[in-house]
């Protein structure tokens, strides 16, 4: 499966693994707090009221930490209401109407924030990566609000941003790294730290936002749904426990050796909530894991061997996978193939383990006939 894309994604420290139940300590637990969704919507004397409680059980509206991926081990899934951010402007007032987010078992809510971003998608990822971007119905959506949002606003728009993101993520081949952003083992460093890994086994479009009146312009909802493959035996996919390094940590051990930092120079492909990684970066990702189970193990924290032999597994394949045509999408992108991932994957396929992809290719150019796309 050559091209390929891994994703990151952003979660909070918890006190307890990443599972169903709320925070033994949350108001201990002020890292998560640091995360401005958690932080303005936090009900502290309900969660100390509930703590250790299964989300299952309580108004999982209360518990906004859900949707920044707090749960993303729990096996119970959830459902909460999300609100239009723009709902109250004049012209969508009364038009755009509150919409159920539903979750289901060991899942993220996967939000590419920065491809949503007006300046970034122009700048940075650029508008030729989506080709049926307009220009035109951004510019009309301000006109309709009367002002410029930094965000993607036309729902056209976002569901092809959202589209194009998601399309060189192969559930079955696709990785996705769960990363902290702030954790007692950050107060000195602003690096990212490594939870864990997992294949990405479905990705769900998110619908669209629920509306009447006829607004001015269609409004996508943004969190993809990613599943993924990681559970408690750690046969497919592998979370480092952190939570056992803290009474180490605090009885004066030197715990570095068990931390799993991302790799250095990645800092876009660990930011902004949800990113992609290339084969490469997720190798370097893989090592770092790999590198910090080996360290917890000398610490005397137990982690499976299954979930070791997971990461030594992970790391060869995808050494295999970059194999000779690690360029093919990029090529393929250059001469004008408008879905360079997808293209690349079904070459692969077409060419099997005895055929040079490259050779196809230049037998499908030279009899357009032959094309296998």
């Given at each position: 499966?050559?091209?390929i894309q891994?994703?990151?994604?952003?979660?909070?420290w918890?006190?307890?693994s990443?599972?169903?139940?709320?925070?033994?300590?949350?108001?201990?637990n002020?890292?998560?707090?640091?995360?401005t969704?958690?932080?303005?919507?936090?009900?502290d004397s309900f969660e100390?009221?509930?703590?250790?409680?299964?989300?299952d059980?309580l108004?999982?509206?209360?518990?906004?930490?859900?949707?920044?991926?707090a749960?993303?081990m729990s096996p119970v899934?959830?459902t909460?209401?999300?609100?239009?951010p723009?709902?109250?402007?004049r012209?969508?007032?009364?038009?755009?109407?509150?919409t159920?987010?539903?979750?289901?078992?060991?899942a993220?809510e996967?939000?590419?924030f920065?491809w949503?971003?007006r300046?970034?998608?122009?700048?940075?990822?650029?508008?030729?990566?989506?080709?049926s971007?307009?220009?035109?119905?951004e510019d009309?959506?301000d006109?309709?609000l009367n002002?410029?949002?930094?965000w993607?606003m036309?729902?056209?728009?976002q569901?092809?941003?959202m589209?194009?993101?998601f399309?060189?993520?192969a559930?079955?081949?696709?990785l996705v790294f769960?990363?902290?952003?702030?954790s007692?083992?950050q107060?000195?460093?602003?690096d990212?730290?490594?939870?864990?890994?997992?294949?990405?086994t479905r990705?769900?479009?998110?619908p669209?936002w629920?509306q009447?009146?006829n607004p001015?312009?269609?409004s996508?909802?943004?969190e993809?749904v990613?599943?993924h493959s990681?559970r408690?035996?750690?046969t497919?996919?592998?979370l480092?426990?952190y939570q056992?390094?803290?009474s180490?940590?605090?009885?004066?051990?030197d715990v570095d050796k068990?931390?799993?930092w991302a790799?250095?120079?990645r800092v876009?492909e660990?930011?902004y909530?949800?990113?992609h990684?290339?084969?490469d970066a997720a190798i370097?990702?893989?090592?770092?894991l790999?590198s910090?189970?080996d360290?917890m193990?000398?610490l005397?924290?137990?982690l499976?061997?299954?979930?070791r032999?997971w990461l030594q597994a992970?790391?060869?394949?995808?050494w295999?996978?970059?194999?000779?045509?690690?360029?093919l999408p990029g090529f393929?992108?250059?001469?004008g193939?408008?879905?360079?991932y997808?293209?690349?994957?079904?070459?692969?396929?077409e060419?099997?383990?005895?055929t040079?992809p490259?050779?196809?290719?230049q037998?499908v150019?030279?009899?357009?006939?032959?094309?296998?796309?």
């Amino acid at each position: 499966m050559a091209g390929i894309q891994h994703l990151s994604m952003r979660v909070p420290w918890r006190d307890r693994s990443w599972d169903q139940f709320i925070c033994d300590d949350p108001l201990g637990n002020s890292s998560c707090t640091l995360l401005t969704a958690i932080s303005k919507g936090r009900d502290d004397s309900f969660e100390v009221a509930h703590a250790g409680a299964g989300i299952d059980a309580l108004d999982q509206n209360q518990l906004p930490c859900l949707s920044e991926r707090a749960t993303f081990m729990s096996p119970v899934g959830y459902t909460v209401v999300k609100q239009h951010p723009y709902r109250h402007s004049r012209a969508l007032q009364g038009k755009l109407h509150d919409t159920h987010v539903t979750l289901p078992g060991y899942a993220f809510e996967a939000v590419p924030f920065r491809w949503m971003n007006r300046e970034v998608f122009a700048h940075e990822v650029g508008h030729e990566r989506v080709p049926s971007f307009s220009q035109v119905a951004e510019d009309a959506v301000d006109a309709v609000l009367n002002s410029t949002p930094p965000w993607v606003m036309d729902g056209g728009n976002q569901r092809a941003i959202m589209d194009a993101f998601f399309e060189p993520v192969a559930p079955g081949d696709s990785l996705v790294f769960a990363y902290l952003k702030h954790s007692p083992f950050q107060e000195q460093r602003t690096d990212r730290l490594l939870i864990g890994a997992a294949r990405v086994t479905r990705v769900t479009p998110p619908p669209m936002w629920n509306q009447s009146g006829n607004p001015p312009f269609k409004s996508a909802m943004w969190e993809t749904v990613v599943e993924h493959s990681l559970r408690a035996d750690m046969t497919d996919g592998v979370l480092l426990p952190y939570q056992q390094l803290i009474s180490l940590m605090d009885a004066g051990i030197d715990v570095d050796k068990a931390l799993a930092w991302a790799p250095e120079g990645r800092v876009v492909e660990f930011s902004y909530v949800t990113e992609h990684l290339s084969d490469d970066a997720a190798i370097e990702a893989l090592t770092s894991l790999q590198s910090a189970a080996d360290g917890m193990r000398e610490l005397g924290v137990d982690l499976p061997d299954t979930g070791r032999e997971w990461l030594q597994a992970q790391i060869e394949r995808l050494w295999q996978l970059r194999g000779p045509v690690p360029g093919l999408p990029g090529f393929l992108k250059t001469i004008g193939v408008q879905q360079p991932y997808v293209a690349a994957r079904a070459v692969m396929a077409e060419a099997g383990d005895d055929t040079d992809p490259w050779d196809l290719l230049q037998t499908v150019f030279a009899d357009p006939g032959l094309d296998p796309l």
